[in-house]
Nanobody
Framework: QVQFVESGGGSVQPGGSLRLSCAAS????????IGWFRQAPGKEREGVSC???????????DSAKGRFTISRDKAKNTVYRVYLQMNSLKPEDTGVYYC?????????????????????WGQGTQVTVSP
């Protein structure tokens, strides 16, 4: 069964950095739109960033622009992992971060796309930003 596995979360102080990693068990990540999402306590899950693994085109939520960078690890024309480098972290970045694949299209939709278009959610990785 296909499932995503997220890792790299942790606890950092404001201004710190973390790099999250996303891999899929059961298949490689070629020719997909892979999204990163987060869910803060008591809030709905929201899109943070997306990458089209075929051409590397990206989308970022306004809250992530200038601080987060999404990338893909491509070796021998095969994408194995997608990363989210998070810099200048703020307390409001706290939450569980998930990655998932867009099941409707291989290019990142404008605005990141609808949550229900994404699937194969992993268990997530916790990110906590506090003094």
């Amino acid at each position: 069964q296909v499932q995503f596995v997220e890792s790299g979360g942790g606890s950092v102080q404001p201004g710190g950095s973390l790099r999250l990693s996303c891999a899929a068990s059961g298949f490689t990540l070629d020719y997909y739109a892979i999204g990163w999402f987060r869910q803060a306590p008591g809030k709905e899950r929201e899109g943070v960033s997306c990458i089209s693994t075929s051409d590397g085109s990206t989308w970022y939520a306004d809250s992530a622009k200038g601080r987060f960078t999404i990338s893909r690890d491509k070796a021998k024309n095969t994408v194995y992992r997608v990363y989210l480098q998070m810099n200048s972290l703020k307390p409001e970045d706290t939450g569980v971060y998930y990655c998932a694949v867009n099941r409707v299209q291989a290019q990142c939709p404008a605005g990141g796309g609808a949550l229900h278009d994404y699937g194969y959610w992993g268990q997530g990785t916790q990110v906590t930003v506090s003094p």
